[in-house]
């Protein structure tokens, strides 16, 4: 099974190996609160993304340890990479860009990442 976020226009994704999760997270930093993004981490070797490098744009902000990517014809942010606190690859996959995942089932729990 696998699921896949996309941009509005379907130019950039991450398809995801495995099932649709049954929780998510909020984060008020200041990015993710002005997009509204619901987000479900995943090992990088997880998820195969699709982005035309002419088309696939990158924004970082304070540590510069997320890549925050964005489609550059409609601007959608279907996910992020970057590394957990230990190091690892991952992928930060926005769920409210899975048309498939019913984010009224979600469990949600609130990430204060305006702190860090």
């Given amino acids: 099974m696998s699921y ?3 941009c509005h226009c379907g ?3 991450a398809t995801i190996a495995g099932d649709l999760p049954a929780e998510a997270m909020t984060c008020n930093c200041s ?3 002005r997009k509204g993004t619901v987000l479900h981490f995943v090992p990088a070797d997880a998820a195969s993304l699709h982005a035309p490098a002419d088309k696939l744009r990158d924004y970082r902000f304070g540590k510069n340890a997320i890549h925050h990517h964005f489609c550059m014809d409609c601007g959608c942010t279907p996910f992020a990479t ?3 606190p230990q190091g690892n690859a991952m992928v930060a996959v926005n769920l409210r860009c ?3 995942c ?3 089932r979600l469990k949600l729990t609130a990430v204060d990442g305006a702190s860090f």
């Fill in 98 to 100: 899975v048309e498939d």
């Fill in 102 to 104: 019913d984010l009224d």
């Fill in 82 to 84: 970057g590394t957990d």
């Fill in 11 to 13: 130019t950039i994704g």
């Fill in 4 to 6: 896949t976020s996309t």
């Fill in 31 to 33: 990015i993710c609160r």
